[in-house]
Every structure is written in structure tokens, then in C-alpha cells.
């Protein structure tokens, strides 16, 4: 329990706090629930003419002067307060529980974001949007609020068992000992749910990874016709992720019917006892104080069951995302409000760029094999450099290089003839803007992928028109519905190959990078539309270094060097 306690502390950071709230939360809404549900069935037994045994129960006796009618609206009062009080209760404790889960989804992101380059493509993106998605939630469901609940019924537990114990010993005897069965019953499947619960992350992870791929293969999917074949794939592994999802429910819901099945014995043990001991003239009474108790006690117990089990199942998806948080997290604790970083480009150190060179340059992404050996290449200020080569000769390893993605094994990078740890350098990241085959658009507008990060109030509308000019974008603009508006689609799908190449060269310009590196910028286009983006290149080459791998020859008629792998 302390370790569960530590992760909970670690996890929840700067918001510790709500661990309290949702704990005092908890405990009162199961109080409230007991005195409202005893004040009730109290109150009724004064419709039956008959003298109240024990003296703690003296108050009975004012409440039956009052008459039948007086009786019932006391009753409804009473019933609809408890209502009223357990609906507010239980809206603070979800827009707690949820508005954190929120703040950690969204921190998580920021992390993942924040991560070194070097681990670009080590971890699969399904892996990410399982964890920020679904392991995020079941930190909640699995964590947060199984911890609170099960601090809140202990705490319940013992004081309806103290007022048990004063009413009598033996029934407060009986209960601990069905308090050891529960205890003991929920042990023994517990380490069977931990397994299942490794298992669910496990094949949960799986299904996004088929349906992200099913969902990225269209349209070539209909074209090919692969729709029953992604079917059957996703039929598959959801049919796996069932069966361990079928197991864990059965293995959640044993224990809680075992609880029933001992409550029920209980009250037939203790009817007997009473009989036994020459107490038959109390069982009315003892059975109303005893009935109440377990009808709050069960559900304390199945929740107290329902706390543990789950702490069990989902601590496979916990411990993956403490481990995220202690990896790729900003600091040793968590502070979950992030400010704006945004600020414009200070290039410091990089300022005056005018070369970069590479040194005998090694790199390989396994331990005794280098897929690029002792690269020099020196790059100028304000030329087109293009990098060719046979497909599996290191290109887009070279200029992940250049990029500082990636950092040599050995050899020197070198800016302005000084040696330079790019790798490392902010400002380096400031200075480059590094484009893939398939470039990043944002599912949204044109303003939204230009100026991507830029508050709204902080636009500068000047380089807006200029980044968009220069880049040749202008009459794509001018064209949309909306203009600078348009909605582009997920994944830039209303735009053609030609102009989302546009729309990353105004994203590029209006960040004011230095340097473009691209990675087969006209894969995507025919051979008129590569020839008008190539031209436009040596046109933008003036106030920009430019490094490209293109598969093209005729992109060695644009280019100031080219560089053969």
C-alpha cells in the first residue's frame, strides 16, 4: 500500500491535493448514505405498535407522536435531501477525477514531444496513443479513484464496525471475520488479474496499430481491394483483446459474488445466534440495525474489492505510464501547468551562418555496423545541395545527421569552421526546418499550418504575406473558400501533392529557418509539378541554404552540389 501510495503522490505532482479532497469526498457521501438509509428505515419501523427494545434508540419514541402524515413527509425529506447532497458530492468528485486525467493526457503529449530526436524510431506512434489515450484514462479508473475509495471504506468500515461493536460484540466479531474472507478471497485472484491486466495493454495496443494502419491504407485499400483483409486483421486481435477482457470481468466479479453469498449466510448465522442465546424478542430489531449496516457494508466491500482488483488489473498500464513520465518528463516531479513557450527565433551562436561541414562522419543504428562510414561533405551558405544514392546507401540517415536527429558515432559536425554538437544545440533547431517525404499538416486551416504555434495575437501578419508570396502559395490561397481559412482535411487531403509542398515552404519561411532540409520533397508529384517546385527552390536558394534527397535527375540541373552516396 505505501508503493501504491508513492506512485499515486508521483503521479498526481502538483495536484497531490485532490488525493485529500476525493478521500473526505468518498468517506462523506458514504456517511450521508448510511444516516440517510438508517434515519429512513428507522422511521418506519414507528408505523409498527411496538415498544423500542434498546434505549439508544429512545428517539424513536418522539418521532411516533408525530402523525402518519407528519411521518411519511419527514421520511421524503429526508430522502430527497440524501438525493440532493450525494448528486453534489459525486459531481465534485468526477469534475475533479476527470479535469485531472485531462491536464495529464495533455502533459503526457507534451512530454512525448518534449523526447530526445535520437529516439525518433525506436518507439512505435501506436505505443504513444495507446498510453496518452487509454493507459491516461486508466490511471484514473484504475488508480485515482480505486486508491480514494479504498482510504474512504476503510475508514467507513471502522466506525460502522465500532457502533456494531457497542450494539454487540458478537456481531462486530462475525463481521471481521467476514472481513478476513473478503480480504483473503480477493488475495488470491489478485495476481491472476495483474496478469490479465498486462495482457489487456498489451493486445489494447495491438488494435490501435491495425486500425491506425487501416484507417492510413485508404484510399490504396479500396484500389487494391484490402478492406476484407484489414477486416479479418481487426477481427483477429479485437477477438484476442475479448477473451482477456472476458477473463478480467470474470475474475473481478468472483470476489464480489462471494461477497453477497457470505452476507447472506452472515444474517442467517446471526438470526440463529439470537435464537440460540433466548434473544428471539430482539431479532426485529437486530435485523433492521444488522440489514442496514450490510446494505451499506456490501456495496463498502464490493467498492473496497472493486479498489483492490482494479489497483491489480491496471497496474500494467500505471507502471507504463509512470515509466513515461520518469523517462521523457521535464523534471524529477511533475508540475502539470505548462506555460506558452512560444518566442521569436534567437539564433545566439548560429547567427552568422555561413557553412557546415561534416567530418569523416560514421553512424549505424546497430552496435558493429555502420550504414554510413566516414562521410565529409562541406555545405555553403545560400546553395542547393542534393544527396543521391541507391535505395539503402544512408540518405535520409546523412541528412537526419545534418538535422541533428540523429548523433554520429564518430567523427565532427562543424559550423562556421567550429566544431558544433548539433545534437544538442536549441538554436541549431530554431535555425533548420526539417521536412519528410510525407510532410506534417495539421488537421485544420491554412493560417493554423502556417504559423502552427503561434498564438493568434502574436501573428505577424507582414511575414504571414510574405512567407505566402514567396513560397507561391498565393493563388492557392486566393482560390479557397475562406482563403487563408480553408479548412485543409486531416492530413492536408484537400490540398494536391503540389500545393501542401507550398504549404510547408510558407510554414518554413514564416519561421524564418536558415536551413531546409528535405527528405524526397516531390515523391508525391508529376514530373511538371516537381519541375515548378524545383525552380521555386533555386528562387528561394537567395535567402536560404537548401539540402534535399530527390530520386529525380533533373533535380542535378537545380542543384549548386551533388552528393552520391
Not at 475 to 499: A, H, M, R
Amino acid at each position: 500500500m505505501i508503493e501504491i501510495f508513492n506512485k499515486v503522490k508521483y503521479i498526481l505532482g502538483n495536484k497531490f491535493y485532490i488525493i485529500f479532497i476525493l478521500i473526505i469526498n468518498s468517506f462523506f457521501i458514504r456517511i450521508l448514505d448510511l444516516i440517510g438509509i438508517a434515519s429512513v428505515v428507522a422511521i418506519c419501523t414507528t408505523f409498527i405498535e411496538t415498544k423500542i427494545n434498546n434505549q439508544s434508540l429512545s428517539f424513536l419514541d418522539k418521532i411516533s407522536f408525530l402523525s402518519i402524515n407528519q411521518r411519511l413527509f419527514f421520511i421524503f425529506f429526508i430522502v430527497l435531501l440524501r438525493l440532493l447532497v450525494l448528486i453534489i458530492l459525486k459531481f465534485i468528485s468526477y469534475k475533479i477525477i476527470f479535469k485531472f486525467i485531462t491536464e495529464l493526457r495533455s502533459y503526457l503529449i507534451y512530454c512525448y514531444l518534449q523526447r530526445p530526436l535520437s529516439t525518433i524510431n525506436k518507439i512505435s506512434s501506436s505505443y504513444f496513443i495507446q498510453s496518452v489515450y487509454e493507459s491516461a484514462g486508466k490511471v484514473n479508473t484504475n488508480l485515482i479513484q480505486p486508491f480514494s475509495n479504498l482510504i474512504a471504506d476503510v475508514l467507513f468500515s471502522l466506525i460502522v464496525f465500532l457502533v456494531l461493536g457497542l450494539y454487540d460484540a458478537t456481531l462486530l466479531i462475525m463481521l471481521l471475520a467476514f472481513s478476513l474472507t473478503t480480504y483473503f478471497s480477493q488475495k488470491a485472484i489478485s495476481r491472476f488479474l495483474s496478469r490479465t491486466g498486462k495482457n489487456d495493454t498489451l493486445q489494447s495496443q495491438k488494435v490501435i496499430a491495425v486500425i491506425k494502419e487501416a484507417i492510413y491504407s485508404y484510399p490504396e485499400s479500396k484500389i487494391k481491394k484490402l478492406s476484407y483483409y484489414f477486416y479479418k486483421k481487426t477481427l483477429a486481435f479485437s477477438k484476442k483483446l475479448t477473451t482477456v477482457r472476458v477473463n478480467g470481468a470474470l475474475q473481478k466479479f468472483i470476489p464480489s459474488i462471494l461477497i453477497e453469498s457470505i452476507m447472506l449466510i452472515s444474517i442467517v448465522i446471526y438470526t440463529f445466534y439470537l435464537v440460540k442465546v433466548g434473544k428471539s424478542n430482539l431479532i426485529p430489531e437486530a435485523l433492521t440495525i444488522l440489514t442496514v449496516a450490510l446494505s451499506r457494508l456490501y456495496p463498502v466491500f464490493s467498492q473496497l474489492n472493486y479498489a483492490l482488483t482494479r489497483l491489480k488489473f491496471g497496474i500494467n498500464a500505471l507502471e507504463r505510464v509512470l515509466n513515461d513520465l520518469k523517462i521523457y518528463g521535464l523534471n524529477h516531479s511533475i508540475y502539470y501547468s505548462i506555460k506558452d513557450e512560444y518566442k521569436e527565433n534567437d539564433y545566439s551562436d548560429l547567427q552568422d551562418f555561413n557553412e557546415i561541414a561534416l567530418e569523416n562522419i560514421s553512424y549505424g543504428y546497430e552496435k558493429n555496423k555502420n550504414n554510413i562510414e566516414d562521410i565529409s561533405l562541406l555545405i555553403k551558405k545560400n546553395t542547393i545541395t542534393l544527396i543521391k544514392g541507391e535505395s539503402g546507401k544512408g540518405k535520409s540517415t546523412l541528412i537526419k545527421l545534418i538535422a541533428g536527429i540523429l548523433k554520429p558515432k564518430s567523427g565532427k559536425i562543424l559550423i562556421n569552421g567550429k566544431e558544433n554538437k548539433i545534437y544538442e544545440n536549441k538554436n541549431w533547431f530554431q535555425v533548420i526546418s526539417y521536412v519528410q517525404q510525407d510532410p506534417f499538416i495539421l488537421d485544420g486551416t491554412i493560417l493554423e499550418n502556417i504559423c502552427i504555434g503561434v498564438p493568434k495575437n502574436s501573428i505577424n501578419k507582414d511575414l504571414l504575406n510574405y512567407s505566402i508570396k514567396t513560397s507561391q502559395f498565393e493563388e492557392v490561397v486566393s482560390s479557397c473558400k475562406g482563403g487563408i481559412n480553408f479548412y485543409v482535411g486531416e492530413n492536408g487531403d484537400l490540398l494536391s501533392g503540389g500545393q501542401k509542398q507550398r504549404l510547408v515552404l510558407a510554414r518554413f519561411l514564416y519561421y524564418n529557418s536558415k536551413i531546409l532540409i528535405m527528405d524526397e520533397p516531390t515523391s508525391s508529384l508529376d514530373a511538371d509539378m516537381a519541375r515548378s517546385f524545383f525552380k521555386l527552390l533555386k528562387l528561394l536558394k537567395k535567402e536560404i541554404t537548401i539540402i534535399m534527397i530527390s530520386h529525380r535527375e533533373e533535380a542535378g540541373n537545380y542543384a549548386d552540389q551533388i552528393f552520391e552516396l
